[in-house]
C-alpha cells in the first residue's frame, strides 16, 4: 500500500484540490492514521463511519478492518476520487451534510463507531449532533483544532472549562490521544490539531433534568468574569438575594466563579434553583 503521502500526492497530481469553503485540509501522515486506527480499538463486526474522508486516505486503511464502513462526504468533487480509489472495499459513501445524518438511518439499532477529522468551523455542533445519538454510538475518535481538544478535556479550575467542556464530559469519557502539527495536513493548516477519543456513557450519579441543568450552567457562565452571585442573577434574570440564597441551599460560595465548578456542584445548583 501507498504511504499516506504518496497517495495524497498522486491524487493531488492528478488534479484533486481542498475546498477552503469546506475546511478541507488532507490528512497525509501514516502516523497520524496508526495512531487513530490504535486508538478506536476496532471491532470487526462494529459498524463503523468516517466524517469527512475527502480524498479517502484513512478510509482505505478503516474499510479492511470491519464489515461494513460509511463515509459520508459534503463535496460531491470527492465522490468520484472516492468511488475510483476505494472500489471493492466495503464501504458505502454517503453524500451528505454530516449535520444531518441520522446514525439510526445507518445501522438500525445497533450500536456504532464513529471516525471523523471534522471540520473546524462546525466542530462543536457536529460534536452535539453525534452526542445526541449516544443511543447508536459507543464511541467516538476525533481530530479537532487543539484549542477545542483542550476545552473539550479541561477540568474544574481550569482557564478553558466551560459549557462545551462539560456538554461533553456529561456524556463520554475523554481521552486525549496526540497532538497533530499542521506538516500532516495538504493543505497545512494555521493551526496544531489533536486527536481525542469519546467513550460514550451516562455520567455517574447525573440525576437532573439535562435542559434546567444546562440552563443553570449557561447562566453561571453568561459572564465569566463575575461572581455566581452576580452572573447567575444576571443570566437567569431573578433577584440577587433570590440567587443568594439558593447558592448557600447548594453550599455554594456566591463569590466563586463557574469555572471552578464541578459538574456534580452544577447538578445540586440545579436542585437549588428547581427550575
Known amino acids: 500500500m501507498e504511504s499516506a503521502a504518496e497517495y495524497t500526492q498522486r491524487l493531488i497530481k492528478s488534479g484533486a484540490r481542498a475546498q477552503k469553503s469546506m475546511g478541507q485540509n488532507f490528512l497525509m501522515s501514516d502516523e ?22 475527502g480524498l479517502g ?21 470527492k465522490i468520484g476520487i472516492l468511488n475510483r480509489e476505494l472500489k471493492g472495499l466495503p ?14 438511518e445507518l445501522w438500525g439499532d445497533e450500536l456504532g463507531y464513529l471516525i471523523g477529522n471534522l471540520p473546524y468551523y462546525i466542530t462543536s455542533p457536529l460534536i452535539m449532533h453525534f452526542l445526541e445519538q449516544a443511543d447508536r454510538l459507543s464511541g467516538m475518535t476525533i481530530m479537532v483544532q487543539k484549542e477545542v481538544a483542550d476545552r473539550i478535556a479541561a477540568p474544574p479550575g481550569s482557564k478553558t472549562y466551560g459549557i462545551l467542556s462539560i456538554a461533553v464530559q456529561i456524556s463520554a469519557q475523554v481521552t486525549k490521544v496526540m497532538d497533530v502539527s499542521p506538516s ?18 451516562p455520567y455517574p450519579g447525573f440525576d437532573v433534568d439535562k435542559r434546567d441543568f444546562f440552563r ?22 431573578l433577584k440577587k438575594e ?15 466563579r463557574a469555572e471552578t465548578l464541578s459538574i456534580e456542584e452544577f447538578q445540586e445548583l440545579t436542585k437549588s434553583f428547581q427550575l
Open 57 to 77: 486516505v484513512l478510509t482505505r486503511v478503516l474499510a479492511p478492518r470491519v464489515k461494513k464502513l460509511w463515509a459520508v462526504e459534503l463535496d460531491i468533487r
Open 32 to 53: 497520524v492514521i496508526n495512531s487513530i486506527v490504535s486508538a478506536s480499538m476496532l471491532q470487526p463486526d462494529v459498524p463503523l463511519v468516517e466524517i469527512g474522508p
Open 184 to 201: 500532516a495536513f495538504w493543505p497545512a493548516p494555521k493551526v496544531t490539531s489533536a486527536v481525542i477519543r469519546l467513550d460514550l456513557r
Open 242 to 256: 433570590e440567587v443568594l440564597e439558593r447558592l448557600q441551599g447548594a453550599e455554594i460560595s456566591a463569590g466563586r
Open 91 to 104: 464501504i458505502e459513501i454517503v453524500n451528505q451534510d454530516a449535520l444531518k445524518l441520522d446514525l439510526k
Open 216 to 237: 443553570v450552567v449557561k447562566a453561571a457562565f453568561s459572564q465569566r468574569r463575575k461572581t455566581l452571585g452576580n452572573s447567575l442573577a444576571g443570566g437567569l434574570g
